[in-house]
């Protein structure tokens, strides 16, 4: 039990800095390096500007990080801690953290279209009317991953402490 409640204080720590928004990329590979790097991405990708290829491989580059973190978190998440809920935790706090798993492949599914969404702009030769439009979309899409992002780290959050204080009064009563 002790070694789930302290999965659970590292993911609402992580949890913790997403809403504060951390600065480092390079350090942080959790749910607060998606945030900031999709709000880094969105600042280094201006439609309409002299060379938008620079920007976008800098975006490509955020891209890729920020899935290779949100994969990381997500692996932690959806083994070691599922598996103390499904062992520690009551059957509607399992169900409800179940939910919330299942946000973690429609994360994933957008971060993909967002690939595409890249690698199109990079690769196909568009007029500048129909670039700038995939452009825009590209961005408002970004713009929906953030949102998604936090909004599931803030449920999972509320979720976590609840499963904690269950497991700490578990403790308690053993004593």
Do not use: C
Request: proline share 1%.
């Amino acid at each position: 039990m002790e070694s789930v409640i302290s999965i659970i204080d590292r993911i609402i720590e992580e949890h913790k800095v997403i809403l504060s928004e951390a600065k480092s990329l390079e350090v942080v590979t959790n749910d607060t390096f998606a945030l900031e790097a999709i709000r880094q991405g969105r600042e280094a990708f201006m439609p309409g500007r002299f060379d938008p290829k620079e920007g976008l491989l800098k975006l490509e580059s955020l891209r890729a990080k920020l899935e290779q973190g949100l994969e990381k978190h997500f692996n932690m998440e959806e083994t070691r801690l599922l598996e103390g809920i499904q062992r520690f935790a009551g059957d509607a706090l399992l169900s409800t953290y179940e939910t919330l798993l299942k946000e973690h492949r429609e994360i994933r599914e957008r971060m993909a279209e967002l690939k595409g969404h890249v690698d199109e702009l990079l690769t196909e030769y568009l007029s500048r009317h129909v670039w700038e439009s995939k452009a825009y979309d590209m961005r408002a899409h970004m713009t929906n991953i953030y949102s998604r992002i936090a909004v599931h780290a803030s449920n999972e959050e509320k979720l976590l402490h609840q499963v904690r204080k269950d497991l700490l009064a578990k403790q308690e009563e053993k004593k």
